[in-house]
Nanobody
Framework: QVQLVESGGGLVQAGGSLRLSCAASGRTSGRTFSNYAMGWFRQAPGKEREFVAAISWSGGGRYYADSVKGRFTISRDIAKSTAYLQMNSLKPEDTAVYYC????????????????WGQGTQVTVSS
């Protein structure tokens, strides 16, 4: 099993920044953090979970939702088994619970492709 734990959420004013972290532990079928693509998703109250960003296992491929492109940056540190989501120029509409997820195949925007999920961290952006 792979365990994912998010941190770094909180309350921030519009225009501010936050950096979310997703620490991974465990392994399955010989795979470790370095073998998984990582994704970030978010879910606002009353809305469906939506894709935010994803990064390939090598870090060479990075993908973003149009709504966050140019403001958010996804990255990963293999040595620390941690993925990050740097969020700048935050807007009230970014308010949501943010989840990280691990995909054993490839970076994807489809939530159903991901094998493991964290418990989520709340991000609240005030206007």
């Amino acid at each position: 099993q792979v365990q994912l734990v998010e941190s770094g959420g909180g309350l921030v004013q519009a225009g501010g920044s936050l950096r979310l972290s997703c620490a991974a532990s465990g392994r399955t079928s010989g795979r470790t953090f370095s073998n998984y693509a990582m994704g970030w998703f978010r879910q606002a109250p009353g809305k469906e979970r939506e894709f935010v960003a994803a990064i390939s296992w090598s870090g060479g491929g990075r993908y973003y939702a149009d709504s966050v492109k140019g403001r958010f940056t996804i990255s990963r540190d293999i040595a620390k088994s941690t993925a990050y989501l740097q969020m700048n120029s935050l807007k009230p509409e970014d308010t949501a619970v943010y989840y990280c997820a691990a995909d054993s195949r490839s970076a994807s925007s489809r939530a159903t492709n991901y094998d493991y999920w964290g418990q989520g961290t709340q991000v609240t952006v005030s206007s």
